[in-house]
Structures are given as structure tokens and as C-alpha cells.
């Protein structure tokens, strides 16, 4: 564990993600965690041809989606909760430009889970008897379609059950709270999928909106879900999360999503939206393009005393700089 | 007394909850009509989102999602979706939940994933076309179709809503009715009511169609048989469903601060 494994952002996409790589992101939910700010680098460095399994889409798809970077999606739900419909993906799914393949809430973890375990399937009873079962748009001219979660038989009791591929990402990115610079790390709020989906990924690539010192894991390793072992790379991204929610550091900015939503509709809308959040340099560049006068909001949070165990540990800017340079 | 259609279907919805059930709620209205029910007769109902956020309620207003953090400032425990929908859903053990829909169907199926052209659908062309709008997805609902004990749908009562059949299953209900359900293992035991912005529908015990068998004091059998897109039957006992009480919309906007149901 003595290795650090923390990189810049521009470093990680550049040496972990690839065009036409198999994505997985987590907590991958459309109101709460995800790694946002990573998606916004992979669409500045013009990554396509991605196929993602998504728990659920989050402002992150959406934006692939809406610059024709996303090619294929397996999905629990399309949307972005109250915020409405989800328009940069709903666009590129009405086109034809994104395969979205459906699934549910709860199949998508358990189909990860059954990555993580290296199962050949899994059997389940949600998603049989209807049309996540029968339509398939991987498959669209066979309806009922058999193959994508065919139908079999429990051997013990003779119930009918669906029987459904696992789950094994090529890379995937995992927005948590904090992370040492080994790649230990504590998330606040749900977990949501993240825990399988660190298990199932070939590469983890940790987002987190602190660095903080490896006491805290010590202290509290009940909490650590996440430790060094199945992580490759930490990336510090402040805010990373924006305009979502980070349970504990950040509520969701209700301007900005709905803002980013409305420009996501449209192409021209896309490049403007670009134009005016897609350039910055860095991650400290990035949250100077966030502004303090939305920070300074966003940080007012009924959630903000969820922190207050781990504050002591927590790296400043000055800090992980220094350790990004002492590599 | 000047109460919306929107408030009555969250307090119809709400009395379905009793005292000490497992319930899962969604986001936006269904969550409004379970802690409605929370606050109004059923404290000790036990309350959870798919996400694994339990003991919690909203602060700050409607929560924007089922992971927020304005139902997140006061949880006692966060698990994960695995946890929540798999283990407390999905396996059976929740007692009641509601769930919302784009379009629902005579037996109680429901779409939420998107509307296709007439004669498009997948059922009806045999292949899976795209289609004309995409909408959300199933979310956590199939979870819920397959594996609550009971649970209900909260649907705005428009005829183009309400029809013979739907265009997509996302979460499935009695399928073609009778026993069709039966044929998959789910361990739930299907939908229990359909609470809309007219009234209240419930399945017959062996075709499982959904009959009328309420209305609200400002609505009426005829209007809702307009606005249903298959020939609804009455229930021979169908009644009119008492308004709201006073101390029942107290609790309802103590619920919703942000008066999202009051808009009319």
C-alpha cells in the first residue's frame, strides 16, 4: 500500500479510458453522485463510440450522450428525477445515435455483483415478464426476444426466472466523498452501486472531492467500502460532482441543472454550453469556472455535519499539489 | 374547502398506508403521499428509498431525487441499491409502495419508458421499433411490480394515459389478467389500486381488470369513464370518497412546503 496512486485528471482519461471501451460510473445517479467532472473530460479530450453500463443516467451521459459520444447504453432508469427528462440523452436515443438497453434499478448492481463474483449468470425474477425481457434494442427485429434474458427454470422449485449476463466494465470512474493517496476511500450517503461496481471493473479510477490522510481509514475502517486493493488511479475532483449533489459537502444547484438540461437539447445549445463550462485547465481551474458565488450556496447544506468526524485529515489544495509534483 | 386534484390523489393515496408497514417511496408525489401518511395516522409506518436511505425526512423542501441530500441530512443508515431494492424489495419483504406511470393499461401494467406512434408498438409490429418519445425507464418500479407484497399507482387521470393496452411493460401489473401473472415467480403480489386525479380503481378478484369503485366529491362515474381509454366497469358499490379533512391537508402541506401539489 505504499504506492500513491494519485494523477491529474487530464492523466487519468488520457492513460485509463479509450473509444469504444466498455464504461461503468458510479454512484451513477442522476440527482446525487457521479463523477461529472470526468465525463466533462472525456468529452473535452473527444472520447466516442463508448458503450456504458449505467446504472442510471446522470448529468455525466447526458452530456456524452448529447456530443454523439455515448454508442451504447445498458440502463436502470433514463432520467433526471425531478430535474425531468434527461435531454441531451433522450435526443440521442430518438435518433438512433445511442442503443439504450433497458433494465431496472435493481437488476443493474445485481448483474454487477455477478461480474464481481465472475458468475457465468445470475438468475433473478425482476425484468421476466415484461418488456425489459421481451424487447431488446441490441436485438430489435426479434420481439419477444429470448436471448437477452432468456427464460429458465429454477432446478429446485420449477418457478420460471430470467437468467441475466454479468456485468465487467474495461474501466470505470467512481465519484466517492474521500480517498488517500492509495486509493482507500469513505463515501457519504448511498452507496448506490459503487461497492459492486469496483468488484466487477478491470480498471477503477477513484473521483474524489477529498484527499485526505490515510489516519481517517484507520480510524474509521468499518467505513472504508472501497480500500487500495481494487483501485489503479485516485484523481482529486473538487466538485466534481457539480451541478449533482455530494452528500455531506454540496447540495445539487438547482439553476444549473436545469440550465444545462435545456442546453443539452439541442446541438448548438451543446456547444454553447462547451463554450461557456467545457474549458478550463485543470481541476483548480475547474472549480474557478464553478465560481464562488455558486460555491458559496451550493456549500450551504443541511448535510454539512456529516463531515465534521473527518475534517482533521482532510488534504488542502497546497498539499496535493505538492504531492502531485513530488511524483 | 379549497384543496387541488393533485392534493386529494397524495391523501387518498396516503390513507392506503397503515401504522407499522415496510413502505418504499419515490421520488416526487409518491414520496409526499407516504410521508403524508407518516405525519397524518401511520407514524410508526417505516419508510425507505431505493437508494438504502432509511430513518429519514425531507428537509428544505421536496427532495429533488431518492438520493438527495434534502432526504439525506437526517438518515440513520445508508446502504445501497442492492441492499434496498434486492433485499427489502425484490425478495418480497416490503408491505405497501407506490409507484408513478406514463401510462397504465386495463390490468394494471404501467409504461414509463416511452410513447410510440399508434400501430408501432413493439407487441403490435413484432419488433422493437424506436420509439416516437423516450421517457425514463422502469427506475426502481419494476423492482417494486415484481416484489411488494402490494403497492400503488398514482396516475393524472387523462384518457391518452389510460388505455386497453399499453405500448411497453416497464413494470409488469396482472399482464393479459387472470392468472397470467401467475406463470412468472414473482414473489410480490401485484398492484393493489390505482389512485388517479378522478378516483380510485381496483382489480377484479379473478379477470384482475381494473373497476371504479371511488370518486372524489368534484368528480363523477361519467368523467371518468371519459377519460379512460377502455370501457370501464363500476363497481355495483362504488362510493364517493370522503374530501379531505382539515387536519389531513394541514399535514399534507406541512409535507409539501414547496406547494408542488398546490398548483393547480
Known amino acids: 500500500m505504499n504506492k500513491s496512486k494519485l494523477i491529474t485528471m487530464k492523466e487519468a482519461v488520457e492513460q485509463y479510458t479509450y473509444d469504444g471501451m466498455y464504461f461503468g460510473h458510479g454512484g451513477a445517479l442522476p440527482v446525487g453522485s457521479d463523477c461529472i467532472s470526468f465525463f466533462r473530460e472525456?468529452?473535452?479530450?473527444g472520447r466516442k463510440d463508448i458503450d456504458i453500463a449505467s446504472n442510471c443516467n446522470s448529468q455525466g451521459t447526458n452530456l456524452l450522450a448529447a456530443v454523439g459520444g455515448l454508442k451504447r447504453m445498458e440502463v436502470g432508469f433514463s432520467g433526471l428525477e425531478v430535474y425531468g427528462f434527461a435531454n441531451g440523452l433522450k435526443r440521442a436515443v430518438e435518433t438512433g445515435q445511442t442503443v439504450l438497453e433497458d433494465y431496472s434499478?435493481?437488476?443493474?448492481?445485481?448483474?454487477?455483483?455477478a461480474g464481481a463474483l465472475n458468475w457465468p449468470f445470475i438468475p433473478m425474477f425482476m425484468n421476466t415478464g415484461c418488456d425489459q425481457q421481451w424487447a431488446s434494442a441490441d436485438d430489435p427485429e426479434n420481439y419477444p426476444n429470448t436471448k437477452k434474458i432468456p427464460e429458465i427454470t429454477d432446478p429446485f422449485t420449477g418457478r420460471i426466472c430470467g437468467a441475466f449476463t454479468p456485468i465487467k466494465p474495461d474501466v470505470a470512474a467512481i465519484h466517492v466523498t474521500m480517498a488517500d493517496i492509495y486509493g482507500n476511500a469513505i463515501m457519504l450517503g448511498t452507496e448506490w452501486n459503487r461497492y459492486e461496481l469496483s468488484r466487477c471493473s478491470k480498471k477503477v479510477i477513484l473521483c474524489a472531492d477529498k484527499i485526505v490522510d490515510t489516519g481517517v481509514m484507520r480510524q474509521y475502517p468499518n467505513l472504508v467500502r472501497i480500500p487500495y486493493i481494487v483501485v489503479d488511479a485516485v484523481v482529486y475532483a473538487p466538485f466534481g460532482v457539480w451541478p449533482q449533489c455530494s452528500t455531506g459537502l454540496y447540495d445539487s444547484d438547482e439553476e444549473h441543472m436545469y440550465y444545462m438540461n435545456k442546453m443539452l437539447k439541442t446541438e448548438e445549445g451543446t456547444n454553447e454550453y462547451l463554450q461557456a463550462f467545457g474549458q478550463y485547465d485543470d481541476?483548480?481551474?475547474?472549480?474557478?469556472?464553478?465560481?464562488q458565488e455558486?460555491?458559496?450556496?451550493?456549500?450551504?447544506?443541511?448535510?454539512?455535519?456529516?463531515?465534521?468526524?473527518?475534517?482533521?485529515w482532510i488534504k488542502t489544495d497546497a498539499e496535493i499539489k505538492e504531492l502531485l509534483e513530488r511524483r | 374547502m379549497d384543496y387541488t386534484r393533485q392534493e386529494m390523489m397524495a391523501i387518498a393515496t396516503g390513507r392506503e398506508f397503515k401504522d407499522g408497514e415496510l413502505a418504499i417511496f419515490g421520488v416526487g408525489l409518491s414520496m409526499?403521499?407516504?410521508?403524508?401518511?407518516q405525519r397524518n395516522h401511520a407514524p410508526g409506518l417505516m419508510a425507505f428509498t431505493e437508494g438504502g436511505v432509511y430513518g429519514s425526512t425531507p428537509v428544505g423542501g421536496l427532495p429533488w431525487g431518492i438520493e438527495d441530500n434534502r432526504i439525506s441530512a437526517n438518515a440513520v443508515s445508508f446502504t445501497n441499491a442492492i441492499d434496498a431494492l434486492g433485499f427489502l424489495v425484490a425478495s418480497g419483504r416490503v408491505d405497501n409502495a407506490v409507484i408513478g406511470a406514463a401510462e397504465v393499461d386495463k390490468y394494471g401494467n404501467v409504461n414509463t419508458t416511452g410513447i410510440w406512434a399508434p400501430d408501432t408498438e413493439p407487441w403490435k409490429v413484432g419488433k422493437y421499433t424506436l420509439p416516437r418519445v423516450r421517457l425514463n425507464g422502469s427506475g426502481g418500479a419494476?423492482?417494486?411490480?415484481?416484489g411488494a407484497k402490494k403497492y400503488l399507482l398514482m396516475v393524472t387521470h387523462e384518457k391518452k394515459r389510460f388505455n386497453e393496452k399499453v405500448a411497453y411493460i416497464s413494470s409488469p401489473g396482472y399482464l393479459d389478467g387472470g392468472n397470467t401473472r401467475e406463470k412468472y415467480g414473482f414473489p410480490g403480489g401485484g398492484p393493489s389500486a390505482m389512485i388517479t386525479t378522478l378516483g380510485i380503481l381496483r382489480p377484479d378478484p379473478v379477470t384482475k381488470e381494473?373497476?371504479?369503485?371511488?370518486?372524489?366529491?368534484?368528480?363523477?362515474?361519467?368523467?371518468?369513464?371519459?377519460?379512460?381509454?377502455w370501457d370501464l366497469k363500476v363497481a355495483p358499490d362504488v362510493q364517493v370518497i370522503p374530501e379531505p379533512t382539515e387536519k389531513e391537508l394541514?399535514?399534507?402541506?406541512?409535507?409539501d412546503v414547496t406547494g408542488s401539489l398546490r398548483k393547480k
Open chain 1, 294 to 312: 455558486r460555491i458559496d450556496k451550493i456549500t450551504k447544506t443541511d448535510t454539512a455535519f456529516l463531515m465534521d468526524p473527518y475534517r482533521q
Open chain 2, 142 to 146: 419494476n423492482e417494486i411490480a415484481t
Open chain 2, 210 to 229: 381494473f373497476i371504479l369503485t371511488g370518486y372524489y366529491p368534484f368528480s363523477s362515474i361519467e368523467e371518468i369513464k371519459e377519460n379512460t381509454g
Open chain 1, 283 to 291: 481541476v483548480f481551474d475547474y472549480v474557478n469556472l464553478v465560481g
Open chain 1, 105 to 113: 434499478n435493481g437488476a443493474i448492481p445485481i448483474r454487477m455483483m
Open chain 2, 250 to 255: 394541514e399535514n399534507l402541506r406541512a409535507v
Open chain 2, 32 to 37: 409526499l403521499a407516504g410521508f403524508f401518511a
Open chain 1, 42 to 45: 472525456m468529452v473535452k479530450v
